[in-house]
């Protein structure tokens, strides 16, 4: 059986995550009207409790603020690494 690493199946099970949310959204849209999407819902909530846009931007961040120190260096993703 082939070895499969950590970071393959995250990137396997964030792109089934996506997948799902967009067909739930076009089901959604289909049969309960444009009301009935994730992102009217999602955005009704956030006005009633502000506390989710907050921490969606905690989320967000922590996603997309740079990886620092010996972990960054010894795991640096190779696929992005560009020859000059």
Avoid: C, Q
Avoid at 50 to 72: C, D, K, S
């Amino acid at each position: 059986m082939p070895k499969v690493d950590g970071r393959t199946v995250t990137k396997l099970a964030l792109l089934m995550a996506l997948v799902l949310l967009l067909a739930y959204d076009l089901f959604a849209v289909y049969y309960f009207g444009f009301e009935g999407t994730i992102s009217v819902v999602v955005f009704t909530l956030a006005k009633s409790a502000p506390i989710i846009p907050f921490l969606a931007g905690v989320v967000v961040g922590h996603l997309f603020w740079p990886i620092e120190g010996n972990y960054a260096d010894e795991k640096k993703d190779r696929s992005v690494d560009r020859k000059e």
